[in-house]
């Protein structure tokens, strides 16, 4: 079982940067892909970006790309997301979760063990 809190989040200015962490119990946090999402009022759970287990390899879609990074300490038992450039519509809670179901890394579906999230505002 593994027990993942973020922490990070506040409000910026718009072209602004925060760096969220989701931190890990568990022994076997560093066998497993880890996912951010995020989740705005009124609208359904939307990936943001993904780490494969040993940080060699990491996916985002084209609203973020280019403006986020995902990276992951293993021996920290932690993941970051460095968000850059900040857009209002960045604007959500953040979510991190394990990815335990194989197959694509862009559904919520394929994750559990979700955290709390913690909330993410971009003033214009």
């Known amino acids: 079982q593994v027990q993942l809190v973020e922490s990070g989040g506040g409000l910026v200015q718009a072209g602004g940067s925060l760096r969220l962490s989701c931190a890990a119990s568990?022994?076997?946090?560093?066998?497993?892909?880890i996912g951010w999402f995020r989740q705005a009022p009124g609208k359904e759970r939307e990936f943001v970006a993904a780490i494969s287990s040993s940080g060699a390899s990491t996916y985002y879609p084209d609203a973020v790309k280019g403006r986020f990074t995902i990276s992951r300490e293993n021996g920290k038992n932690t993941v970051y997301l460095q968000m850059n450039n900040l857009k209002p519509e960045d604007t959500a809670v953040y979510y991190c979760?394990?990815?335990?179901?194989?197959?694509?890394?862009?559904?919520?579906?394929?994750?559990?063990?979700w955290g709390q999230g913690t909330q993410v505002t971009v003033s214009s």
């Open positions: 979760a394990r990815k335990f179901r194989s197959g694509t890394y862009y559904i919520a579906n394929s994750y559990d063990s």
């Open positions: 568990g022994r076997t946090f560093s066998s497993y892909p």
